[in-house]
């Protein structure tokens, strides 16, 4: 796609057309799927609600979407009423459910990004199972998954990055990341077109994250280019779909 066009659409078209592209060059979603998407009243899950409820004509196949948001013991201020009723208008029921992620962590150990991921993780498949759904939606967009994957570089030693078709073998369920080729600049000025306002509240163990000097690196030797981030992302195509664990 060129990305000439992308800089004449609007960015809530933008997004839609990148979030087909992935879909249908990666086979994120087949007829019949039953779909639950991850919302955390974050623009950029709730963007994605938007553009999966809004391209099922277009795609021309037929699937079920449902929403879920997972509320913590140390967040869960969510405005989810807001976040409810902006779901159900785009046609997508919403669920919420609560999961003590302190309240599990064992004597001495301390609350951290990986712990709370997993915990949220581990619960939306067994919800997903316990409801017969096959696919979970994340919102992960093209930031966050090309900086996932230098940060595993340089922190871990190993090329480990987001794919965005994660098929599990142990469930029946696979990850679905539709946000894959969207920048997050994308997104924000797709929320403000549509007037999508931030309902989530912000999480006091990620003020000092990592994730935000990678940012600042990525930034800094892509020129901040979409068309820099998207070849780069196509370089690591051969670890990033269809992995299964």
Request: aromatic content about 6%.
């Amino acid at each position: 796609m060129a990305e000439r066009f992308l800089r004449k659409v609007s960015a809530a078209e933008a997004v839609r057309k990148l979030a087909a592209r992935i879909i249908l060059e990666k086979g994120l979603i087949a007829e019949g799927d039953r779909i639950l998407i991850a919302v955390s009243g974050g623009k950029d899950s709730t963007v994605m609600a938007w553009a999966l409820s809004s391209l099922r004509p277009a795609l021309k196949r037929n699937y079920e979407l449902e929403a879920v948001h997972v509320s913590s013991d140390f967040c869960s201020c969510c405005k989810k009423a807001a976040l409810r009723s902006r779901l159900e208008d785009w046609g997508i029921p919403f669920t919420d459910i609560f999961v003590p992620v302190i309240g599990r962590l064992k004597p001495g150990k301390k609350m951290n990004c990986y712990w709370c991921s997993t915990q949220r993780r581990t619960e939306l498949l067994k919800y997903s199972i316990e409801h017969n759904f096959n696919k979970i939606a994340l919102g992960h967009h093209l930031d966050d998954i090309i900086e996932t994957f230098f940060m595993n570089m340089t922190a871990k030693g190993e090329l480990l990055a987001m794919p965005v078709l994660l098929k599990y073998r142990k469930y029946p369920v696979s990850l679905v990341r539709p946000l894959g080729l969207v920048e997050e600049k994308q997104i924000i000025d797709c929320a403000a077109e549509m007037n999508i306002n931030r309902a989530v509240c912000t999480c006091p163990y990620g003020i000092h994250s990592e994730r935000r000097n990678m940012r600042r690196r990525v930034a800094e030797f892509t020129g901040n280019s979409g068309a820099v981030k998207r070849r780069i992302l196509k370089a690591m195509d051969s670890m990033l779909c269809d992995l299964p664990i």
